[in-house]
Antibody
Framework: QVQLVESGGGLVKPGESLSLSCAAS????????MSWFRQAPGKGLEWISY????????HYADSVKGRFTISRDNAQKLLSLHMNSLRADDTAVYYC????????????WGPGTLVTVSS | DIQMTQSPSSVSASVGDTVTITCRPS??????LAWYQQKPGKAPSLLIY???NLQSGVPSRFSGSQSGTDFTLTISSLQPEDFATYYC?????????FGGGTKVEIK
């Protein structure tokens, strides 16, 4: 069955960097578009980045554009999110999710990893 | 950006009740709307996509509909496991955006 597992979260100081990973299994990772979402404590869901199957298309939310970079390694079945210049308002649980083919809805999600940005 | 206005923000209901949640986009999104359920401490789970298509494995008491540009999630005969927060999401254009959420609480 489809499994997505995020890792790499933790406590960092404002201005620091952090990289998140999402290990995929149970499906042909290279055939699916993927996204990252986040949810600040007690808040709603926010989409933050999207990458096509071969990484030829990427999108970012304005809130992270220029600071975050999405990438993927299809051979390793790994989705990544590199986050620079982290701010307190980046504190959230970060989820990776697998898109239903050809429509930007997400039928499979990882359990999430918590990123806390605090001095 | 397309803003998604979801209402109500919370609703109290009893087991067996029918609950209706509405989502109104700030511009036309055709039928590019999904509904998700999220329980505390868990990832969201897809219920409905393209307005009215039931995701595999989701109970048939969940249904989605569209009337003009407004979208509705209906939960018929509410079950104890349905107490959760529900979100709509548009996929008409980037950035993908969500409604603010509706918390379905036990009366």
């Amino acid at each position: 069955q489809v499994q997505l597992v995020e890792s790499g979260g933790g406590l960092v100081k404002p201005g620091e960097s952090l990289s998140l990973s999402c290990a995929a299994s149970g499906f042909t990772f290279s055939a699916y578009y993927m996204s990252w979402f986040r949810q600040a404590p007690g808040k709603g869901l926010e989409w933050i980045s999207y990458i096509s199957d071969t990484a030829h298309i990427v999108h970012y939310a304005d809130s992270v554009k220029g600071r975050f970079t999405i990438s993927r390694d299809n051979a390793q079945k790994l989705l990544s999110l590199h986050m620079n210049s982290l701010r307190a308002d980046d504190t959230a649980v970060y989820y990776c999710a697998k898109e239903i083919p050809s429509i930007s809805f997400f039928g499979s999600w990882g359990p999430g990893t918590l990123v806390t940005v605090s001095s | 950006d397309i803003q998604m206005t979801q209402s109500p923000s919370s609703v109290s209901a009893s087991v067996g009740d029918t609950v209706t949640i509405t989502c109104r986009p700030s511009q036309d999104i055709d039928s590019w709307l999904a509904w998700y359920q999220q329980k505390p401490g868990k990832a969201p789970s897809l219920l409905i996509y393209t307005a009215s298509n039931l995701q595999s494995g989701v109970p048939s008491r969940f249904s989605g509909s569209q009337s003009g540009t407004d979208f509705t999630l209906t939960i018929s005969s509410l079950q104890p496991e349905d107490f959760a927060t529900y979100y709509c999401q548009q996929a008409k254009s980037f950035p993908l955006t969500f409604g603010g959420g509706t918390k379905v609480e036990i009366k």
